[in-house]
């Protein structure tokens, strides 16, 4: 079992960027592959990047390509998500999951983005 906490959230203006992280506590962090999630008020929860457990896999989905990266730090249980030329859409609680075999299993609180001008 893995616990999780996100951090870095935050108001920010359109344009700007925000650094998410999420600590994980529990053994074995590096036998999971980690995803960023996020979800507005009234939608379902969205997958918007995911790493693989080496981290040598990620992927992204199209409305963050180019502007979101996702990366981890085995060494200390955390996983990041680098979001650059935000965006008023780019507005969500933003959450961390943990996936073993096809499913995410463990998530954390969530942090909430806005980005407003």
């Known amino acids: 079992q893995v616990q999780l906490v996100e951090s870095g959230g935050g108001l920010v203006q359109p344009g700007d960027s925000l650094r998410l992280s999420c600590a994980a506590s529990?053994?074995?962090?590096?036998?999971?592959?980690m995803g960023w999630f996020r979800q507005c008020p009234g939608k379902e929860r969205e997958l918007v990047a995911a790493?693989?457990?080496?981290?040598?896999?990620?992927y992204y989905a199209d409305s963050v390509k180019g502007r979101f990266t996702i990366s981890r730090d085995n060494a200390k249980n955390a996983v990041y998500l680098q979001m650059n030329s935000l965006k008023p859409e780019d507005t969500a609680v933003y959450y961390c999951?943990?996936?073993?075999?096809?499913?995410?299993?463990?998530w954390g609180q969530g942090t909430q983005v806005t980005v407003s001008s």
């Open positions: 529990g053994r074995f962090f590096s036998t999971y592959a």
């Open positions: 790493i693989s457990q080496s981290g040598g896999f990620t």
């Open positions: 999951g943990a996936r073993q075999g096809t499913a995410y299993h463990y």
